[in-house]
Antibody, heavy 123, light 111 residues
């Protein structure tokens, strides 16, 4: 069965960086992409960006450009999301979700999700 | 402020039918399909409806989706207590180099 298992909770100070991992199993990793979605406490869902596990192409949300980097390691079927220059408003649960590998994103969806990783930014 | 607009709350009694609306624009719902996600308290979101009206395997047929123009809706018939959750609509938006956009979420309460 398809599973996305994320790394554990993190506590970071403002200005630091965090790197969250998402290990995939149960499907051919390079046939799909991974999107990252975050949810601040008590708030809705916010898309952060997407990476193709097939060729490494990325598309980041405009508001995070320059602070976020998404990568994959196909040898371990793991996706990573690094967020730099952390601020208090980056405190959120971060989710990875299986997405299309490319093509027509307008016809895609997030059919499997990781369990979420709580990142707390506090001095 | 979310790109897609949903009512913040909805409610119904067991057995009732409730609908949740999702309003967008020509760059998102108007030109791409709509997906719906269910988020039970303390858990990750789960895909509930994809491609406007398709149910993934395992999703009861009490859940249905529709789309017309730049709006979409989710209907839940035969409401059950376990349906109490947050519901989010989502669509690809063709503006700004392309991005996924979500509604602000609707908290469904089963009275």
């Amino acid at each position: 069965q398809v599973q996305l298992v994320q790394s554990g909770a993190e506590v970071k100070k403002p200005g630091a960086s965090v790197k969250v991992s998402c290990k995939a199993s149960g499907y051919t990793f390079t046939s799909y992409g991974i999107s990252w979605v975050r949810q601040a406490p008590g708030q809705g869902l916010e898309w952060m960006g997407w990476i193709s596990a097939y060729n490494g192409n990325t598309n980041y949300a405009q508001k995070l450009q320059g602070r976020v980097t998404m990568t994959t390691d196909t040898s371990t079927s793991t996706a990573y999301m690094e967020l730099r220059s952390l601020r208090s408003d980056d405190t959120a649960v971060y989710y990875c979700a299986r997405d299309c590998s490319g093509g027509s994103p307008g016809d895609c969806d997030f059919d499997y999700w990781g369990q979420g990783t709580l990142v707390t930014v506090s001095s | 402020q979310s790109v897609l607009t949903q009512p913040p709350s909805a409610s119904g009694t067991p057995g009732q039918r409730v609908t949740i609306s999702c309003s967008g624009s020509s760059s998102n719902i108007g030109s791409n399909t709509v997906n719906w996600y269910q988020q039970l308290p303390g858990t990750a979101p789960k895909l509930l409806i994809y491609s406007n009206n398709q149910r993934p395997s395992g999703v009861p047929d009490r859940f249905s989706g529709s789309k017309s123009g730049t709006s979409a809706s989710l209907a839940i018939s035969g409401l059950q207590s376990e349906d109490e959750a947050d519901y989010y609509c989502a669509a690809w938006d063709d503006s700004l180099n392309g991005r996924w956009v979500f509604g602000g979420g609707t908290k469904l309460t089963v009275l």
